[in-house]
């Protein structure tokens, strides 16, 4: 065993060397590089491809093989743009309903400033109790609701942009934000109880009856609560932002859906 161990180091040494004319080992000469192509006095060099050679390979995709990886990202796609706008709608309702809270906080904190009720030094004025809101929520923009008004006076048009209207008894606001795809949100509140004077007249007079459950109502103006206390508003499905006005709250009519909720907005 020693004998064929010094045999093997003794050709492991040889091939580390060879002989001047290259046909074996020479321990007088060490080559730099070897390979299986035969022993060589220094390494083979890297030659960059060229454009022509680039043109004449066979590397790329075959015309089944993209239309397969279009299929496959048509099929994604499919599946993923609904979640994200379905994603997105959910959001950006839950953003209006979170404006809307809010503004409702800072508008009973002036219910309170001005002597137990809404109106602005003692009359109904939705134009300035709308600037009061604004000064406490700069994020916010708020106008007052109007008759027959648009989206560049009174009407919401956007979470962030929202639509005030005062009872004529100072007694009640109501409150308004529009979100994508369609949905107006109402925050209604009557401290006290309303006036019959009140209740008559816009913004709660309205043909369709206030119910818990969700109806379809007809094409034109809709109900809000006048009952006491807090009342919560959802309108679905009606891509007329004009509609979404705290003075006249309104519908295209079906396949609109409304529901009116005591306990907050529903999903």
């Known amino acids: 065993m020693v004998g064929a161990s010094v045999g093997t180091g003794r050709q492991i040494g040889e091939l580390a060397t060879a002989a001047p004319d290259g046909s074996g080992p020479d321990d007088a000469r060490v080559l730099t590089w070897s390979g299986p192509g035969g022993w060589r006095a220094r390494p083979p060099e890297l030659v960059a491809r060229t454009a022509s050679d680039w043109a004449h390979s066979d ?32 959001a950006d309702s839950r953003s209006a309903q979170s404006n809307l809270n809010t503004a409702l906080t800072d508008a009973k904190a002036q219910f309170e400033t001005h002597g137990q009720t809404y109106f602005v030094n003692g009359v109904q004025d939705s134009v300035a109790m709308s600037s009061l809101l604004t000064d406490a929520q700069l994020s916010l923009s708020f106008h007052a609701g109007a008759l027959g008004s648009s989206t560049t006076t009174g009407s919401s048009g956007s979470q962030s942009k929202l639509s005030v209207a005062v009872s004529v008894d100072g007694m009640g606001i109501v409150i308004a934000a529009y979100s994508t795809p369609g949905n107006c949100y109402y925050i209604v509140d009557n401290e006290g109880g309303l006036s019959t004077a009140a209740a008559s007249v816009s913004p709660y007079s309205g043909a369709a009856p206030v119910t818990t459950s969700v109806t379809t109502p007809p094409a034109g103006s809709i109900a809000l609560p006048s009952a006491s206390g807090m009342s919560f508003v959802e309108v679905k499905g009606d891509v007329t932002a004009d509609h979404c006005n705290a003075f006249q ?16 907005f529903p999903f």
């Open 249 to 264: 709250p309104m519908t295209s009519g079906a396949p609109i859906t409304v529901r009116y909720l005591k306990s907050g």
């Open 59 to 90: 590397d790329g995709f075959t015309f089944v093989e993209l239309m397969i990886a279009l299929v496959v990202m048509a099929i994604l796609l499919a599946i993923a743009i609904p979640t994200f706008l379905g994603t997105t709608a959910t």
